[in-house]
């Protein structure tokens, strides 16, 4: 079973700082990883699929790199709106199980 | 837009059961897998069942497995969570999700979710 860790746990930034938030998982998942923002109350919405590909009306602000093991969410510069809990997402191959890794919650200085 | 909008939650006593459903709008229903997940109190999302676009396969979480069935209605454009067996761990505000893949004859699920609905509140408690 391919476990996802992330960190940091939990990131306090200040507006217009950089937020580096890191998924690892502990066997080689290529690109396929997903990034979602989870906002109490609401929707988790979908940031980034395929590691490195930005869904739909996503700000240019959010970008996903990584492949393999080691996986990046980036966002450039941080704006208030931004506060909530990151999770990554990957599937096995088979049977077709989805998993998420435990999140990191960034809060708004 | 894609809409989804979940229904059918509530408080229920352990060991009852309860069947939550997913009226889907604004795609075609019919062309997609679609995924149920899940968020326990205070606890990170847990995904916990999917059902390929027609119906014919569908895989199940460990924490729900042989308790939970998925299933769908095309003609309602409507997805369903039937809940047996309830415990206080499956207490969670329950989302219903949109595979983001079209699928194809050699891959029926893709990997990612790219619509999701607001959630329903199960609460099982005595």
């Known amino acids: 079973e391919i476990v996802l860790t992330q960190s940091p746990a939990t990131l306090s930034l200040s507006p217009g700082e950089r937020a580096t938030l890191s998924c690892r998982a502990s066997q080689s998942i290529d690109s396929y990883l997903a990034w979602y923002q989870h906002k109490p109350g609401q929707a988790p919405r979908l940031l980034i699929y395929g590691a490195s590909n930005r869904a739909t009306g996503i700000p240019a602000r959010f970008s996903g790199s990584g492949s393999g093991t080691d996986f990046t969410l980036t966002i450039s510069s941080l704006e208030p709106e931004d506060f909530g809990v990151y999770y990554c997402?990957?599937?096995?191959?088979?049977?077709?199980?989805?998993?998420f890794g435990p999140g990191t919650k960034v809060d708004i200085k | 837009q894609v809409q989804l909008v979940e229904s059918g939650g509530g408080v229920v006593q352990p060991g009852t059961s309860l069947r939550l459903s997913c009226a889907a709008s604004g795609f075609t229903f019919s062309s997609y897998a679609m995924h149920w997940v899940r968020q326990a109190p205070g606890k990170g999302l847990e995904w916990v069942a999917v059902i390929s676009y027609h119906g014919s396969y569908t895989y199940y979480g460990d924490s729900v497995k042989g308790r939970f069935t998925i299933s769908r209605d095309n003609s309602k454009n409507t997805l369903y969570l039937q809940m047996n067996s309830l415990g206080v761990e499956d207490t969670a505000v329950y989302f219903c999700?949109?595979?983001?893949?079209?699928?194809?004859?050699?891959?029926?699920?893709?990997?990612?979710?790219?619509?999701w609905g607001q959630g329903t509140l199960v609460t099982v408690s005595s």
């Open positions: 999700a949109k595979d983001g893949v079209i699928p194809t004859v050699t891959n029926l699920l893709g990997y990612f979710f790219d619509s």
């Open positions: 997402q990957k599937r096995s191959s088979w049977p077709p199980l989805f998993t």
